[in-house]
């Protein structure tokens, strides 16, 4: 969690730059790059909820296994949408 972290931090200044840099850029342009950094921020959040709920609350408890049963979704189906949008993006540039 903590290198997701500093990989956050990184995209928080990416985005800042780009904000400053590009004012002109086309609004789908900017869609794109806003709604991802939202998807990459809420991705971020739930996985420190989980992670806080297995390794802080319920450290030695087993059965705090049982009652998460969310973890899929930021892996599987925030990543691969972020993943999507972004190759997609990439290959309607190039």
């Known amino acids: 969690m903590l290198f997701n972290y500093g990989l956050m931090g990184?995209?928080?200044v990416q985005v800042y730059h780009y904000y400053g840099s590009f004012p002109n850029?086309?609004?789908v342009t900017k869609a794109i790059v806003y709604s991802l950094f939202l998807l990459e921020l809420t991705q971020t959040g739930i996985m420190s909820y989980f992670a806080y709920t297995i390794f802080g609350s319920g450290?030695?408890?087993l059965e705090v296994f049982?009652?998460?049963a969310l973890e899929w979704?930021?892996?599987c189906i925030l990543?691969?949408?972020i993943a999507g949008i972004v190759q997609l993006f990439y290959a309607?540039?190039?």
């Open 92 to 94: 309607y540039r190039l």
């Open 59 to 61: 450290y030695g408890n």
């Open 10 to 12: 990184s995209l928080l």
């Open 73 to 75: 979704f930021p892996v």
């Open 25 to 27: 850029d086309r609004t």
């Open 79 to 81: 990543g691969s949408r």
């Open 66 to 68: 049982d009652k998460s």
